[in-house]
């Protein structure tokens, strides 16, 4: 319930006006894991996407599962330096 109240408030950094003018992207992007899925209505109720995670069904985020092709190549090596230099 708390985490849903945040979620609301946050709602207000979604305008462009509220980024700086150097941000190369001006939207706002929230990731909420959700147990039981008690945020599901006011995630869909603010125009998010629900992911329902289903034990022993593929979700299809792996990315290490993409075809070896050089575009996502190069994509798993610009993830993979991310975390690693800042």
């Not at 941000?23 to 909420?32: C, F, N, Q, S």
């Amino acid at each position: 319930m708390l985490m849903t109240f945040f979620e609301i408030m946050q709602q207000k950094y979604g305008r462009e006006d509220s980024f700086s003018p150097d941000a190369k992207t001006k939207r706002l992007t929230t990731v909420y894991l959700d147990k039981d899925r008690g945020a599901e209505i006011n995630i869909r109720a603010l125009g998010g996407r629900y992911y329902r995670v289903i034990s022993g069904e593929s979700t299809g985020w792996n990315p290490f599962s993409l075809p070896a092709t050089k575009r996502n190549i190069n994509f798993i090596k610009q993830l993979m330096k991310n975390p690693l230099y800042p």
